[in-house]
DNA sequence: TTAATTCAGACAATAGATATCCGAATAATA
DNA sequence: TATTATTCGGATATCTATTGTCTGAATTAA
């Protein structure tokens, strides 16, 4: 059981794009620079941040990426499930089924109780998730960081951020 | 992020150790017969429930695996975190010390809001994990289930478990 | 129209999970 | 008490999913 590697960089870049000024993206090599991390990979998740309608995406010349909702309505759950996979994390491969005292499909409508022991506990670890949003985030980090720490942010985001083309994927 | 497959058979093995009379025990051949599922992998999650000190196992002749403690001392997350390990499945690399705008390690002291928000949301999941008892299990499968289906498992059980020798690891 | 710059999907390398085997240990039996 | 059959336990291959990389398609500004 482990959660993908991708999931805590496409959380940090979109916490990045979340600090960015209005109207103004990044493109994903900078994103990458950014957080020291592989450029093609990083793009990847970015890539499929963008199909879960999460980020809002410029092709062409000054294109990038953008947040394409307010901070608030994009959950780590939402970035979560984009990048790892909405799907449960626990798959019933139905076992019950198996061997001598194999039970019929007909009695297998309802998941066994270990099944849905699983799926609740991953309930609630959604719903955490899902109580956390990029606002929240961005909140903390201006509370905990030291203020030279966030000057520097803003230095160099305003020196990477292209002002994006109008129309976006 | 997705959970071992020897979880769920470790979790049914378990349910069905639970079921078997005081005294007697099954070898991991016959759970994995009655499950439907290669022995010798059948057998590695065993051992880590043994491990775990979650079973309690006899070598030699009329060997065989029981419960180490009662039904209601063991739960869905002992038995996943025996079997997939108990570390987290989200693991912070430290992105944010990376990169122009990186952090000194001496300003990393607390985790990152990101990390700290999984590392939440795990707890959640092992908390509702660990509400879940065998003795929890085998109550729901004693109300759901069709009789006769009962009475196929304890036949199958008493003509396979066999008194454990006394000594047992 | 051109050319630069970007994203997007297809393609290897690697780590972890899956499946298997053989040796060590134990207890019943002669 | 020695033997032997039977069992678990850890070390060993295979296979899948993740990680990382690459080249081509699309778009925009000049």
Known sequence: ???SKGVEWAAHAAALLNGLPAGRGLKAEALARYHG?????????????????????????HGGYRLAKPADEITLWDITAA???????FRCTEIRQ?????????????????????????????????????????????R??????????????SA???PLSEKSA
């Open 1 to 3: 059981m482990q959660i």
């Open 37 to 61: 991390v592989p450029a093609p990979y990083m793009a990847k998740q970015l890539q499929a941040l963008s199909k879960a309608g999460i980020t809002q995406t410029s092709r062409g010349a």
């Open 83 to 89: 990048v790892d996979g909405p799907g449960p994390a």
């Open 98 to 142: 198996n061997g001598p005292c194999g039970l019929k499909p007909e009695d297998c409508k309802r998941p066994c109780q270990i099944a849905a022991a699983f799926a609740s506990a991953e309930q609630a670890f959604r719903d955490s998730l899902a109580a956390v949003s990029l606002a929240d985030l961005a909140g903390q980090v201006v």
């Open 144 to 157: 905990d960081s030291e203020p030279d720490h966030l000057l520097a942010m803003m230095n160099w985001l």
């Open 160 to 162: 990477e951020a292209d």
